[in-house]
């Protein structure tokens, strides 16, 4: 008895300590945009990851402001790797990242380059040494809100933490050659303590002199800095054998994500400075190339400028649409949805057989009743999307980006499952914010006919599929586009 009990108390303790594990848990799959992961590695005049890159990624309650400690219960500084061959798609290092299992939604926090081991969830900064440029530019991103176990693959888009300055100089009066100049920028920032929390504050930073990298000799120089306020006594030195040059830079103030441009004139008796150019730096607000491999979307997005700010009429009017369907293979390619719709226009005039049976290319279908009526005057729904147009447009290529047409079923049904996925009323608020007016919970025309008297509609009520009278009915149509 007295041998067999201590036996059965340690059993009985164990028992209690295991854990039922989900049978099916949901791993996160990332991937990260082409702009938006710039940095300062460039390749054909693109600034690229490179393969094997490594990624710090915590997942965090959704709404959270702070990074949380509890490994147990959230991704914590996982590493993940960057794959090139795989459309930048991003490989846990080890065990990856898993969404909760009650279902709860999450967000996302990520940066570059990846540190093992952080000190109270802040990031060491330190560009004293600029000769790896990408060892020192430092990405952050917290784009990613609201994702759960369907939500699909997370788009981590980065932004640059830190500034770039860029040097051209050229030699002036008296200085016949500039071979062998040193340009040492002195007094400014060397390091600091980044907080991943909102990839912004700045702790603890530490003044020093910073070597500028040296691009093309005695042409071209930069520097990655952290970015700061006027720094009182800060300066660039450009030393020429034994004659020395001073540019004060006190009163500069570097912002985040901000590219400075400067040329400078050495003449023998003194320089001068002349600023070029304050751009965003590559990654962070690019100009978008539309559906040609600029940036990579996800579901929300505005396009062609997920970044676009609202408060900027002139920008706010470049808007297009909202992003609702990403290709899976290549996020740089997907489907918009207009911010307009006509509220309630018939199908056709005519009853008879169009034959645009494609309930998938909603592009096609607009060619084939094309050529049955030049104008689209006896088919008002497609009249009235042709009118967003250019009028020579002939749908004819079937796969071409940046023209508006109605929906095929399946291209409606589609749009109907991002509106609910996203949220009925964040999806709306994204189109009004934007100028456009909400989708409706009504029926909503296709370009697919059913037969000689009906075509399909879906509700947007449930997402139901609806046989709808071609002529007799009036509903709503909501254009989209490919890119």
């Known amino acids: 008895m007295f041998v067999a009990l201590p036996v059965l108390l340690w059993v009985s303790c164990e028992s209690d300590n295991i854990e039922e594990e989900d049978p099916n848990p949901v791993a996160v799959q990332f991937t990260s945009s082409p702009v938006g992961m710039s940095r300062a590695v460039v390749e054909g005049g693109e600034t690229i990851f490179e393969d094997d890159d490594r990624i710090g990624i915590f997942m965090i309650a959704q709404g959270s402001t702070a990074i949380p400690g509890h490994i147990k219960e959230y991704g914590d500084n996982v590493e993940y790797k960057v794959d090139v061959t795989k459309q930048t798609i991003l490989s846990p290092v080890g065990t990856p990242v898993y969404y909760p299992q009650n279902g709860d939604k999450v967000d996302f926090i990520a940066y570059y380059p990846y540190k093992p081991v952080l000190d109270n969830y802040t990031?060491?900064?330190?560009?004293?040494?600029?000769?790896?440029?990408?060892?020192?530019?430092?990405?952050?991103?917290n784009n990613a809100r609201n994702y759960g176990k369907g939500s699909g693959i997370v788009d981590l888009q980065f932004s640059h933490a830190l500034s770039k300055l860029e040097v051209t100089v050229q030699a002036g009066t008296g200085t016949p050659s500039l071979v062998g100049l040193v340009a040492t920028i002195e007094g400014w920032y060397q390091c600091g303590d980044l907080s991943l929390s909102d990839g912004i504050t700045l702790a603890n930073?530490?003044?020093?002199?910073?070597?500028?990298?040296?691009?093309t000799p005695g042409e071209k120089y930069e520097a990655i800095l952290i970015p700061q306020g006027a720094v009182a006594g800060s300066k660039a030195i450009f030393t020429v054998g034994r004659d020395i040059y001073e540019w004060d830079l006190e009163k500069i103030i570097f912002e985040q994500g901000k590219r400075y441009t400067y040329t400078v004139t050495v003449n023998k008796t003194g320089i001068t400075v002349n600023m070029n150019n304050i751009s965003d730096w590559g990654g962070k607000d690019d100009t978008p190339t539309e559906g040609i491999g600029g940036i990579h979307y996800q579901m929300g997005d505005y396009y062609p400028d997920p970044k676009v700010d609202l408060n900027d009429a002139e920008e706010k009017a470049k808007i297009k649409g909202v992003v609702f369907w990403v290709d899976p293979a290549d996020s740089r390619h997907g489907k918009v949805v207009a911010l307009e719709e006509n509220s309630g226009v018939p199908w056709s005039d005519l009853s008879t057989l169009t034959e645009v049976v494609?309930?998938?290319?909603?592009?096609?279908n607009m060619a084939t009743i094309k050529e049955l009526s030049s104008d689209f005057l006896d088919y008002p729904a497609?009249?009235?999307?042709h009118g967003m147009n250019s009028s020579t447009e002939n749908y004819s290529d079937a796969s071409a980006t940046s023209v508006w047409y109605l929906p095929a079923r399946?291209?409606?049904?589609?749009?109907?499952?991002?509106?609910?996925?996203?949220?009925?009323?964040?999806?709306?608020?994204q189109l009004m914010d934007a100028g456009g007016t909400a989708i409706s919970s009504?029926?909503?025309?296709?370009?697919?006919?059913?037969?000689?008297?009906?075509?399909?509609?879906?509700?947007?009520?449930d997402g139901s599929t609806e046989l709808i009278s071609k002529r007799r009915d009036e509903y709503r149509v909501r254009p989209v586009l490919a890119f």
């Open 382 to 385: 497609f009249e009235w999307v």
């Open 442 to 461: 009504y029926s909503y025309w296709s370009s697919s006919e059913y037969d000689v008297n009906d075509a399909y509609g879906v509700s947007f009520n």
């Open 410 to 429: 399946e291209e409606l049904k589609a749009l109907y499952n991002a509106y609910v996925a996203y949220g009925e009323t964040d999806f709306n608020t």
């Open 123 to 141: 990031y060491p900064v330190d560009v004293s040494n600029q000769s790896n440029a990408s060892q020192i530019d430092v990405l952050y991103s």
């Open 358 to 364: 494609d309930k998938d290319n909603g592009r096609a």
């Open 205 to 215: 930073p530490q003044p020093g002199d910073i070597p500028m990298s040296e691009v």
